[in-house]
């Protein structure tokens, strides 16, 4: 089984509204990133933060990571239609770290 | 600077059918990916190199094999495609822990 799950599968909202994803994970994590896909397109890197961090920021971007209940959010502020797209926590395990292990994503449409 | 270029883009294969998809990136990237994606399942890991030479299974190897000869090159064979490798593969190398994607190739088996 994979080692992140997104929750929603899918969420939809209007712009200028904030979104929030969750991720879940189920063993010890070197770093847990966040992907961004565009339809049909390859996925591109957003923001890591490692097992030892709990709170990063990058642009409109903030990311939290809370180890003692093995999840993690994204949240995009003032979101625009430009950022409908597919988002994917990816986790490197701590006891394998070469592996990177993607959840099954959240769709997120942001309605002009 | 091209990054991670797969090729072919697109495939359609008759169950039975070999095939080998190449990843070639020009970052001089020591980690390599191949992954499939399936509608509704993101992103499952196929096979991972983490240098020339070098090969590793990752969590759905079964029916694929690989080989990293040269640094630059991470190749996915399917010896004898199933339907059920009809997918969009994507490879991706690895800087510093982030991972760069090519565009993709979407394989049919008929």
Known sequence: SQQGEEDPQALSIQEGENATMNCSYKTSINNLQWYRQNSGRGLVHLILIRSNEREKHSGRLRVTLDTSKKSSSLLITASRAADTASYFCATSMKTSYDKVIFGPGTSLSVIP | ?110
């Open chain 2, 1 to 110: 600077n091209a990054g991670v270029t797969q090729t072919p883009k697109f495939r359609v294969l008759k169950t039975g059918q070999s095939m080998t998809l190449l990843c070639a990136q020009d970052m001089n990237h020591e980690y390599m990916y191949w992954y499939r994606q399936d509608p509704g399942m993101g992103l499952r890991l196929i096979h991972y190199s983490v240098g020339e030479g070098t090969t590793a299974k990752g969590e759905v190897p079964d029916g694929y094999n690989v080989s990293r000869l040269k640094k630059q090159n991470f190749l996915l064979g399917l010896e004898s495609a199933a339907p059920s490798q009809t997918s969009v593969y994507f490879c991706a190398s690895s800087h510093r822990e982030k991972l760069f994607f090519g565009s993709g190739t979407q394989l049919s088996v008929l």
